[in-house]
């Protein structure tokens, strides 16, 4: 795995084999940053990626310049190795949260421009994860919840939905804060 833009751009993060996470394709990493990059100056937003797993995109924000990037992930073994790396990479830019992401969700008392979740494609309440986080009120009114999701999964329909994106098999599915009026 490698990162694909920013001061780091090329840098190697490399897992150990029995690393429990499924990283998101450098192939669909490039497709979510170039649109990120066409919208967003990155160097200014704060990002809350959730289900950190291997930091790829923690790393990536953080390399592209973001203010600041809290990366929350349960495991252990994943935290440990997401904050070394931070540290082997100088991205002082990058606070691990280890936590449980349903239990952070409703304690988390920051406001994100970018709030980014990779959760375990088989996990139970992936489909919540849309309602759990923008009603939080975690998200900046300009900001995006991006979440990673398998092509088994629609959420059109949702009244925040704005795109999805596709690279093989790796769907980004893009919301924004509504106000109670409609009006954005």
């Known amino acids: ?16 084999s029995d690393y429990k996470a499924r990283p998101t394709t ?29 930091g790829s995109i923690s790393f990536e924000f953080a390399s592209r310049g973001a203010v600041e990037v809290y990366c929350v992930e349960m495991a252990p073994a994943n935290a440990s190795f997401i904050r070394a790396q931070a540290a082997r990479l100088g991205l002082s830019n990058v606070t691990v949260v280890r936590h449980n992401v349903f239990d952070f969700i409703p304690i988390c008392r ?11 494609y088989a996990m139970e309440g992936l489909d919540t994860l849309p309602d759990k986080v923008l009603g939080a ?19 059109a329909v949702h009244p925040c939905f704005v795109k999805e994106k596709k690279y093989g098999n790796v769907h980004f599915s893009f919301f924004e804060n509504t106000k109670a009026d409609g009006d954005r």
């Not at 795995?1 to 150990?16: H, T, W």
């Not at 970018?114 to 959760?119: E, L, R, S, T």
């Not at 009120?137 to 959420?155: C, K, N, Q, T, V």
């Open 26 to 54: 450098d192939f669909a990493r490039e497709g979510l940053f170039n649109i990120l990059d066409n919208e967003y100056e990155l160097g200014n937003v704060s990002v809350l990626d959730l289900f950190g797993g291997t």
């Open 110 to 120: 920051k406001k994100f421009d970018i709030v980014f979740a990779d959760p375990p």
């Open 1 to 16: 795995m490698r990162i694909i833009g920013g001061r780091l751009k090329g840098k190697a993060v490399n897992p150990p």
């Open 137 to 155: 009120d975690i998200l900046s009114d300009e900001g995006y919840f991006i979440l990673e999701h398998p092509a088994d999964y629609s959420f």
